[in-house]
């Protein structure tokens, strides 16, 4: 079954590659969605996907790149969107 999670990743996340490595390894797991920086200096993330997938993908979120330094993250659920690709915002703050 697919699940939508909403993901904010706190601590030294911009500027770090972290976008770039968050949408390889969606790809990776076949999940859908998007990574963009925000203004507050947090990363967030919908994703879409298998439960399996998830779990791996926000095992990845937890420790992010090795170049970041991830202090939190917060995760919601929401009703799926169905998301075709997982894209990333080139916007940076």
């Known amino acids: 079954m697919i699940k939508h999670l909403n993901i904010k990743i706190y ?3 911009q500027g770090v ?3 770039t490595n968050a949408k390889k390894e969606a ?3 076949s999940i859908a969605g998007f990574v963009r ?3 507050d ?3 967030y993330i919908e994703a879409e996907g298998e439960e399996k997938s998830l779990d791996e993908f926000l095992k990845w979120c937890r420790k992010g790149p090795d170049s970041a330094q991830v ?3 917060e995760v919601e659920t929401e009703p799926v969107k169905n998301f075709s690709e997982f894209s990333r915002d080139f916007t940076d703050y």
Do not use: P, Y
Request: glycine share 12%; net charge neutral; aromatic share 12%.
């Open 11 to 13: 601590g030294a996340v």
């Open 17 to 19: 590659f972290f976008r």
């Open 27 to 29: 790809e990776n797991l």
């Open 37 to 39: 920086n925000e203004r």
């Open 41 to 43: 200096g947090t990363v």
């Open 71 to 73: 202090e939190k993250i």
